[in-house]
């Protein structure tokens, strides 16, 4: 679980080095009372008994009236859960600002567009070779992060919403009934500020993580739109620069990712579903700390509104560990190990035998995945789940153990339903879950049509009887 579940945790510290006008600057990536980390500069520390006042004290007009504009889009917020519009904006200014390492976003060239397009294809003639799912993609784009940013909020929407949603309720929900009419209007408020507070961390959240992704299934999980294999040319660059491995084969190893990615999600219909339905079911088990939040509701001030946010940044909504979470978390993750198993061994199998690099990229991969890279961990902050295949060495093997007894379609086979997955159990004993018997569905079927016409009557359209008749009930003698 994260330390700081929903995405409310302190901003980063500032150096203290006197240079107030470097803290302020977003030029130079600054994050003081006008920065993405806090946009509305409401939060400890902000000074004085007027935080207003020492807020705007400072600011030139231009930067007061964007401040003034901020303050009323956050109040004035009506809609859903999270304000995301604010959060694609944050996000899109945190891209702008670069990575910490200097790396700023750039256009994609034709140049760079051609080489991803050829990458993406040549992966897919690969994996021909090594599973019975055919391309999944229908179409392959290079992404600036910016427009990565743009493509994948719809599903970080989906996957944030129900989180948010929960504490929307509490908040209206702490004060007795024949109170919440007459404090409507704060009400109001708090939720509008909920909303604003949410979108200003998944903004800042979603923006950092667009400077680390190289694809757009990075987590495990389909954030893109559906059949569109994507790379990000820039952060495959940076993905590959400490390696020693040459870019073409760094480009390529990730294409086959992605593109194993495509596939799965493409062919198993089932499996976006469940995988979100997982992250639902964990939401709805969240527990809100009531108690505190009557507080902050009988002692809110308008004119303070960082006390709200003080509030949630001291873990307000720590989830509890309930049976319901703690099932959806356990669906989650062995789902998760089984996917990034899966595309392991069969990109695995496809570059094996073509890249000389493909052990030093792969084992590269897995501990990236595997130990928390920055997908999990931004993840984990948005709404207290960590993406973390923790499962992903075991699962692998199991797959492969899979192929060698029963070849490509007999593995790939199993997706056809959850329930003829791997558990979590099976990844204790692998060998045990390739070599036990398999159940002959068509058998089962035959049982229960057997079963549904009831004892000695033969299934409709059947044969002669055993006792010589024709099985339509009458009695041949009459013929």
Same mark, same amino acid.
């Given at each position: 679980?994260?330390?700081? $579940?929903?995405?409310?945790?302190?901003?980063?510290?500032?150096?203290?080095?006197?240079?107030?006008? !470097?803290?302020?600057?977003?030029?130079?990536?600054?994050?003081?009372?006008?920065?993405?980390?806090?946009?509305?500069?409401?939060?400890?520390?902000?000074?004085?008994?007027?935080?207003?006042?020492?807020?705007?004290?400072?600011?030139?007009?231009?930067?007061?009236?964007?401040?003034?504009? &901020? +303050?009323?889009?956050?109040?004035?917020?009506?809609?859903?859960?999270?304000?995301?519009?604010?959060? !694609?904006?944050?996000?899109?200014?945190?891209?702008?600002?670069?990575? /910490?390492?200097?790396?700023?976003?750039? /256009?994609?060239?034709?140049?760079?567009? %051609?080489?991803?397009?050829? %990458?993406?294809?040549?992966?897919? +003639?690969?994996?021909?070779?090594?599973?019975?799912?055919?391309?999944?993609?229908?179409?392959?784009?290079?992404?600036?992060?910016?427009?990565?940013?743009?493509?994948?909020?719809?599903?970080?929407?989906?996957?944030?919403?129900?989180?948010? =949603?929960?504490?929307?309720?509490?908040?209206?929900?702490?004060?007795?009934? =024949?109170?919440?009419?007459?404090?409507?209007?704060?009400?109001?408020?708090?939720?509008?500020?909920?909303?604003?507070?949410?979108?200003? &961390?998944?903004?800042?959240?979603?923006?950092?993580?667009?400077?680390?992704?190289?694809?757009?299934?990075?987590?495990?999980?389909?954030?893109?739109?559906?059949?569109?294999?994507?790379?990000?040319?820039?952060?495959?660059?940076?993905?590959? @620069?400490? +390696?020693?491995?040459?870019?073409?084969?760094?480009? *390529?190893?990730?294409?086959?990712?992605? %593109?194993?990615?495509?596939?799965?999600? %493409?062919?198993?219909?089932?499996?976006? /579903?469940?995988?979100?339905?997982?992250?639902?079911?964990?939401?709805?088990?969240?527990?809100?700390?009531?108690?505190?939040?009557?507080?902050?509701?009988?002692?809110?001030?308008?004119?303070?509104?960082?006390?709200?946010?003080?509030?949630?940044?001291?873990?307000?909504?720590?989830?509890?560990?309930?049976?319901? &979470?703690?099932?959806?978390?356990?669906?989650?993750?062995?789902?998760?190990? *089984?996917?990034?198993?899966?595309?392991?061994?069969?990109?695995?199998?496809?570059? @094996?035998?073509?890249?000389?690099?493909?052990?030093?990229?792969?084992?590269?991969?897995?501990?990236?995945?595997?130990?928390?890279?920055?997908?999990?961990?931004?993840?984990?902050?948005?709404?207290?789940?960590?993406?973390?295949?923790?499962?992903?060495?075991?699962?692998?093997?199991?797959?492969?153990?899979?192929?060698?007894?029963?070849?490509?379609?007999?593995?790939?086979?199993?997706?056809?339903?959850?329930?003829?997955? $791997?558990?979590?159990?099976? *990844?204790?004993?692998?060998?045990?879950?390739?070599?036990?018997?398999?159940?002959?569905? /068509?058998?089962?079927?035959?049982?229960?049509?057997?079963?549904?016409?009831? $004892?000695?009557?033969?299934?409709?359209?059947?044969?002669?009887?055993?006792?010589?008749?024709?099985?339509?009930? @009458?009695?041949?003698?009459?013929?």
């Amino acid at each position: 679980m994260s330390d700081t $579940p929903f995405g409310f945790g302190l901003p980063p510290e500032e150096p203290d080095d006197g240079d107030q006008g !470097k803290k302020n600057d977003p030029s130079r990536g600054g994050q003081g009372s006008g920065g993405p980390a806090n946009p509305f500069g409401f939060g400890p520390g902000a000074g004085g008994d007027n935080p207003f006042a020492a807020m705007f004290g400072s600011m030139n007009p231009t930067d007061l009236g964007a401040a003034f504009q &901020q +303050l009323g889009q956050m109040l004035s917020y009506e809609g859903g859960p999270v304000n995301w519009d604010m959060a !694609k904006q944050i996000a899109r200014q945190t891209v702008s600002q670069g990575t /910490s390492d200097g790396s700023k976003d750039t /256009s994609v060239g034709p140049a760079e567009r %051609a080489a991803v397009d050829e %990458a993406l294809r040549l992966a897919d +003639l690969w994996l021909d070779g090594v599973t019975s799912m055919p391309s999944g993609a229908v179409s392959s784009v290079a992404w600036s992060r910016a427009e990565w940013v743009e493509a994948t909020l719809p599903a970080w929407q989906q996957l944030v919403d129900p989180v948010a =949603e929960r504490v929307g309720l509490a908040m209206g929900d702490v004060l007795p009934e =024949e109170m919440q009419a007459m404090a409507g209007p704060l009400i109001g408020m708090m939720r509008s500020m909920g909303g604003a507070m949410f979108g200003q &961390q998944i903004g800042q959240a979603v923006g950092v993580l667009a400077g680390e992704v190289v694809g757009s299934t990075d987590i495990g999980l389909p954030l893109g739109p559906a059949g569109r294999a994507a790379l990000l040319p820039l952060n495959v660059e940076r993905f590959g @620069k400490d +390696l020693s491995v040459p870019q073409d084969e760094v480009r *390529l190893y990730l294409a086959l990712r992605e %593109a194993a990615h495509q596939r799965l999600f %493409a062919h198993v219909p089932w499996l976006r /579903s469940h995988l979100f339905g997982a992250v639902e079911g964990y939401a709805r088990g969240i527990k809100v700390d009531t108690s505190k939040l009557e507080d902050v509701v009988g002692q809110f001030d308008p004119s303070q509104p960082e006390q709200l946010q003080e509030a949630l940044q001291q873990g307000m909504f720590q989830p509890e560990e309930t049976p319901e &979470q703690k099932a959806a978390l356990a669906r989650l993750e062995t789902a998760l190990a *089984l996917v990034e198993g899966w595309v392991d061994a069969v990109v695995h199998a496809a570059a @094996k035998s073509r890249l000389t690099s493909a052990d030093a990229l792969r084992e590269t991969m897995r501990r990236r995945r595997a130990s928390g890279g920055p997908a999990e961990q931004t993840f984990a902050t948005l709404i207290g789940l960590q993406l973390r295949p923790r499962r992903l060495r075991d699962a692998s093997r199991l797959w492969a153990s899979l192929t060698d007894a029963r070849g490509l379609e007999g593995r790939d086979a199993l997706w056809e339903h959850p329930d003829m997955l $791997p558990t979590a159990q099976d *990844l204790d004993d692998p060998d045990g879950f390739v070599h036990h018997e398999q159940l002959d569905f /068509s058998e089962l079927d035959k049982m229960l049509g057997e079963a549904a016409n009831g $004892p000695g009557r033969p299934e409709p359209g059947a044969g002669p009887s055993e006792d010589g008749g024709s099985g339509d009930g @009458k009695d041949d003698t009459d013929k």
